[in-house]
Nanobody
Framework: QVQLAESGGEVVQPGSSLRLSCSVS????????VAWFRQVPGKERQGTSC????????YYLDSVKGRFTISRDTVTNTVYLQMDSLNPADPGVYYC????????????????????WGQGTQVTVSS
């Protein structure tokens, strides 16, 4: 059973940067794809980025491309989301998700494809 734990969410001003962390544990079989989603009240979870473990290819939602960077530290088994130039469209609860069989292949990252989820961390952008 894969376990995910997010951290790093906080209140920041527009234009600021923030780095979220997702600690992955609990599975000797590892996982193939890890993604970051965000959700605001009344809306579905929106995939912002995905990284594939095998080749470290990454994909991003168009609205975050160039501002967000997903990366993975294989030593600590942590996946990061570096968010720069945060704007009022970015707030929400950010979740990391993993799946042992999925290979992300494009910017459309579907929550239904992922088997394991963390509890989320709140990001607020406010002046």
């Amino acid at each position: 059973q894969v376990q995910l734990a997010e951290s790093g969410g906080e209140v920041v001003q527009p234009g600021s940067s923030l780095r979220l962390s997702c600690s992955v544990s609990g599975s000797s079989y590892g996982y193939h794809a890890v993604a970051w989603f965000r959700q605001v009240p009344g809306k579905e979870r929106q995939g912002t980025s995905c990284i594939n473990s095998s080749d470290r290819t990454t994909y991003y939602l168009d609205s975050v491309k160039g501002r967000f960077t997903i990366s993975r530290d294989t030593v600590t088994n942590t996946v990061y989301l570096q968010m720069d130039s945060l704007n009022p469209a970015d707030p929400g609860v950010y979740y990391c998700a993993a799946d042992p069989d999925l290979y992300c292949s494009g910017p459309l990252i579907d929550a239904g494809d992922f088997s394991f989820w963390g509890q989320g961390t709140q990001v607020t952008v406010s002046s």
